[in-house]
């Protein structure tokens, strides 16, 4: 069953802290090169950052966190750096899984994970099995995954399910075969490492999402960083559409 809604078709309730925020973790590579160090050197310092948001999440009471740790255009890289990646990922799987479970969090990872060799399909279906009752945060980890891949499996998956129904499909229905079905929309999408774009991610869901960009590196970025994104987030005016007059009337204020 989906849990979607759209901000597009329904006006979500105003949090003062968001209930789901997505992250594109950018600037690894960076890091370790202003140390005159590998670029794994800075994926490895990243994971960190991954440990410590995690936990800033739990004690301001984020319901879902969305990270972006490889995107389908990232097997562009040297083939070296991917390899790399990859051993990472499977060492954060055997390494965080328990870790996550004790604290209550539940893993998720979405994307085409067919490319994946088939231990690491295994180890991300063991850690999605072992953590599955969990409610405290949802953590969700991008790999292998585009926006574009996401709503063309999404329209792939509701022709098959709902052929019959082909010319007269409407938003409700794509949106239960979409990656996030399961989650809300994010209300803040934050990006790390100073570019300004969203780089094919989350396309769909982060419609009307509030958008942070910081110059500061991931490894860099930690619980004051994100801090400092959600005190922008309260900051700003969501109208999904409608005026600050409006918003005025319904706060009940002359």
């Not at 945060?137 to 999404?154: E, F, P, S, V």
């Not at 500061?216 to 900051?235: M, V």
Request: hydrophobic share 40%.
């Amino acid at each position: 069953m989906s849990f979607f809604k759209s901000a597009t078709r329904d006006v979500p309730e105003r949090l003062p802290v968001p209930r789901h925020i997505a992250i594109i973790m950018d600037g690894n590579g960076r890091w370790a090169k202003k140390r005159f160090l590998p670029r794994v050197a800075g994926h490895v310092k990243g994971i960190e950052s991954v440990r410590e948001i995690v936990r800033a999440c739990i004690e301001r009471g984020v319901e879902y966190l969305t990270l972006f740790a490889f995107s389908s255009e990232n097997w562009r890289r040297p083939e070296e750096e991917v390899s790399l990646l990859m051993r990472l990922f499977v060492t954060a799987l055997q390494q965080e899984v328990d870790k996550l479970d004790r604290n209550g969090v539940r893993l998720r990872v979405i994307g085409d994970l067919s490319r994946f060799d088939a231990r690491l399909q295994e180890l991300i279906h063991h850690a999605e099995a072992v953590t599955a009752g969990n409610t405290r945060l949802h953590l969700t980890i991008a790999a292998n995954y585009g926006g574009r891949w996401d709503i063309l499996q999404a329209v792939n998956r509701l022709t098959a399910a709902a052929s019959d129904k082909a010319g007269i499909w409407t938003e409700t229905d794509l949106e239960p075969y979409l990656s996030t079905h399961f989650a809300p929309e994010p209300d803040l999408f934050i990006r790390t490492g100073g570019e300004q774009r969203v780089s094919n991610f989350l396309l769909w869901q982060l419609a009307y999402a509030e958008l942070y960009f910081t110059e500061t590196l991931w490894p860099e970025f930690g619980a004051n960083a994100l801090g400092l994104a959600i005190q922008s987030y309260q900051g700003r005016e969501r109208r999904f559409g409608r005026t600050s007059e409006q918003l005025t009337d319904q706060s009940g204020n002359a």
